[in-house]
Each structure stands twice: as structure tokens, then as C-alpha cells.
């Protein structure tokens, strides 16, 4: 098991990457969480699944108390994302972001108090100020894999939290923080993208919105994260990915 790491440490605004959180009993795969720390708040990214809750939830109590995170980032509406959402959400009194699209949908974990918690993002991407002064920046990154998917940028950071883009399975003995060569990392991820991404469009479309960004690292939810060359090689990979309906056999005329 790693240690958290700080992506970004700052005067008053820190990045951080809660050690990878293993589902234990659940048997499913590894996720990252992301906590921002902006004058003496918190915003945590995609807190995790019901297993692993108590966890985060450990960790995060090393920079933050419950009724200091201000706000809760769901990128899509996945279980590994919103399964420990009820436990937070009497935890502590954050705003709660997620796709426009999901909201109605999200009662189904057995979430109440929606209306007066909830924040639909819109299609278009938005940028929020939360209470502390924190700017983020909220980019589409629809169908891949969800057709709602929302991906955060902080600009302070320089961090795209990428939530299911670029995410990978690698057996955690060998996990790195971040992918030292992509040509190495591809069997860990190909797999994933060519069957979760929607479609070649949505992925260019996708990369064209990033490359407009300042980006130092890209954080996926799963697996290690993209810096540097492996960042360029990353992008251009899957510019170039067919996926998804791409690999449907449509056949004329049948
Ligand atoms: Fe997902
Ligand atoms: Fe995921």
C-alpha cells in the first residue's frame, strides 16, 4: 500500500492523492481518490465505493475534518464512485457536483436530500468558485466511458482529474504513481478503452478540449497518472483509438 502523495503542494492550496484504496471484500478494481486542500478546505474527487469509505476516510482525516470539505466531485455516476456517497453525505455538509444528466438517477443508491444538496453540471462544462475562493474548472468528457462524465481541472494544480479517461489495471506490487513509458503501460489500458469509449469522436473531441488546457498531469481514477512524454504519447494514442461503436461490424446492406 502507497502513501499519499502530494501532486501539488502550494501556500495555501494543496493536491493529493489518497493512497490507492484496494475494494477489499468487493472484490473489484483499485481506485484513486484526489483530495484539494484550498485555505484550510476540502474538495474530494470521486470518494470511492462503499468498501473502501472507511478508508478515505482515514486518510483524509490526516488534512481535513469532515465539516471542512466543501465540496464532492462525482465525475460519472459509477458504483466505485457514488456506493460511500450516503455515508459522506451525513458525514459531512458538502455540495454535491455530478452530471446534469445522472441527477435523477442517483436516488436509486438510496440518496435523499437531493434537491437541497445536489449541483447538476451542465453539458456545456461550467467553472465553479466554491466557498474558500477555489476556481475549478468542469470539462465535458461525455461517453467516455458515461455519457455524463464531467473531468476537473484545476488551474492552480495544473491537474485534469481525468475520472475514467486514461484509466488502467495494473496489479498493485507494480503500481507506480505515475506511467514512466506508455508504450509499456498499453497493455494495462487498451483493453479498457477500446471496450468502455464510446467512440473514436468522443475521444478526439475529448483530446482536442485537453490540449487547449495548461496540464502538468493528467489524474485518471484507476491506476497510475500521466506526466511528461507518457502524457503526449497518452493523447496521441488515443487520437488516433478506434473504440467502442467504432468496432461494431456493421455490415452494408444486411
Ligand atoms: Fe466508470
Ligand atoms: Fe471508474
Redesign the pocket.
Known sequence: MRKNIALYSGEEHRFILLNESEPGEEDG?P?NQFLILHKGKGTLLDPGGFGVMPQVLNELLQYVQPEDIEAIVLSHQ?P??VGGLTTWLRLCSAKVYVSRIWQRFLPHYGITGMKQRFIGVHDDGENFTFASGLELQFVPAHFLHSPGQINVYDPIAKILFS??VG?SEVPSENCEVFVESFADHLPHTAGFHKRYMASNRALRYWVQQVRKLDIDIIAP??GPLYRGQAKEDFLNWLYDLPCGADLLDVKEND
Open positions: 478494481i481506485s459509477d466505485d464512485i475520472g475514467d484509466a481514477q484507476h
